[in-house]
């Protein structure tokens, strides 16, 4: 074999490596993990919207880490936004970024990289902010927005965060357990899932409570259920909208106390 044949065997290798790599299931074994059934299909999918209603410790945030950089890397000159009810919430989804990058052999070099911030020298940017309103406010054109613990956001913020994906048509991720009957993040959920009707088909949902997980074992999950409250165990282990903790009234006895039977009631004017 020449050396130009032994150069072009190497380069088809390459090729076809990055190739393997550009795939979810490559990439994620390039990241350093092997990823489950569901994080395969969240990691293939274009959907613009989707909600991830996931068990704790089930990978969400891990396969959410890798849809952050693959779209840093593949897409130049992209934003995205990692925002979380607070700054270690953002921090830590950050890092699993950061841990990728690391496993893959910093495939594009960064040009800046701090704490909670990577530039990449293809012009894209991963940047981890707490999730208040005013920490998000200078930003536009994102190309993906990724809200983890997405029930415990403010709506506020989740209303100010939409017109930053009307001119670049990018996507956005909620990622979270549920926590209660409310808040945007439920009442997404509930759209796409009504006990009556048509669902919304406005996002992409996947939901994957802890006994589907294959690193949780039914012995731990006993001990669990034990040793928490019901309605805990249920909502984060359980991926099920529970009344809150926190709530004076069941989420079904409000619904109850409202009524269109109705009659409107009309004052009259006195004098």
């Known amino acids: 074999m020449t050396r130009s044949s032994v150069v072009l065997a190497v380069r088809r290798e390459d090729v076809q490596a990055e190739i393997a790599r550009r795939s979810a299931i490559g990439f994620a074994r390039a990241a350093g993990y092997e990823p489950d059934p569901w994080q395969v299909q969240y990691l293939s999918s274009t959907a613009p919207q989707v909600l991830l209603n996931i068990a704790r410790q089930s990978g969400k945030s891990t396969a959410t880490a890798t849809l952050a950089l693959r779209t840093a890397l593949y897409t130049p000159e992209s934003l995205i936004l990692l925002l979380s009810p607070g700054e270690r919430q953002s921090g830590e989804i950050f890092m699993k970024v950061e841990q990728q990058y690391e496993a893959l052999n910093r495939p594009v070099r960064t040009t800046k990289h701090t704490e909670l911030q990577m530039e990449f ?140 039977d109705v009659e409107a009631f009309h004052f009259v004017g006195i004098g």
């Not at 899932?193 to 994957?208: D, K, N, R, S, V």
Request: aromatic share 14%; hydrophobic share 40%; proline share 6%.
């Open 121 to 260: 020298a293809n012009g894209s940017r991963i940047i981890a902010l707490p999730g208040k309103e005013w920490t998000i406010r200078g930003f536009s054109g994102a190309r993906l927005i990724v809200i983890d613990e997405a029930a415990r956001v403010d709506d506020g913020l989740y209303y100010a965060i939409r017109p930053m994906l009307a001119v670049s048509h990018g996507r956005i991720v909620g990622l979270s357990t549920p926590w209660g009957k409310r808040g945007w993040w439920y009442e997404a959920w509930a759209a796409e899932h009504p006990t009556q009707g048509e669902p919304a088909g406005l996002w992409e949902c996947y939901q994957m409570d802890a006994t589907q997980c294959p690193r949780y074992s039914p012995e731990w999950l006993a001990n669990e259920r034990r040793g928490m409250p019901e309605l805990w165990f249920q909502s984060e282990y359980m991926t099920a909208f529970v009344d809150a903790i926190d709530q004076l009234f069941a989420a079904d006895q409000i619904a109850q106390a409202f009524s269109d």
